[in-house]
């Protein structure tokens, strides 16, 4: 059993990989997709482009029109290591994230929520400071009318 990610419409599932051949594969997905639909299955760095041909229960099988290396998605060389104690994880990017990048988005993010923290306090500063002027003008403005009228 090989685990993988399969990708049908725009979501996303993890999969085993049951048995291989060379145009097809045999998967166990939680809800496998309906027949006739494509999908891909991502493990590491290799994808592979399917057509769903059977589906029965939990299990389905896929027919690819490229050829499938059982090899390749075994040793993938890209791949760091696992720990095969641990549940692994299958990356959804096709290249993970570094940490670098990671911080630098994180950075983005803070310095967007800064500037609008900032925008709101400046408008309840303006609308609190047109209420004060408001009404320390109104008064005036009565006696003047009623003076007026």
């Known amino acids: 059993m090989i685990r993988a990610r399969m990708r049908a419409g725009a979501s996303w ?44 229960g939990h299990r389905a099988g896929l027919r ?38 990671a911080h630098a988005r994180s950075r983005r993010t803070a310095r967007a929520f800064e500037l609008v923290s900032l925008g709101l306090v400046g408008l309840v500063l303006a609308v609190s400071a047109f209420g004060m002027v408001e009404q320390a003008l109104a008064r005036p403005l009565q006696h003047i009318r009623m003076a007026l009228g």
Request: hydrophobic share 40%; glycine share 4%; charged share 25%.
């Open 13 to 56: 599932q993890d999969v085993c990989i049951l048995n291989q051949s060379l145009h097809g594969l045999g998967i166990q997905a939680a809800e496998p997709p309906e027949r006739g639909t494509y999908v891909e299955i991502r493990r590491g760095q290799h994808v592979i482009v399917a057509r769903i041909a059977w589906k029965k």
């Open 64 to 101: 690819s029109q490229d050829p499938i290396f059982l090899q390749a998605l075994l040793v993938d060389a890209a791949a760091p290591a696992r720990d095969p104690a641990r549940d692994c994880r299958v990356e959804r990017r096709s290249v993970p994230r570094s940490s670098a990048e």
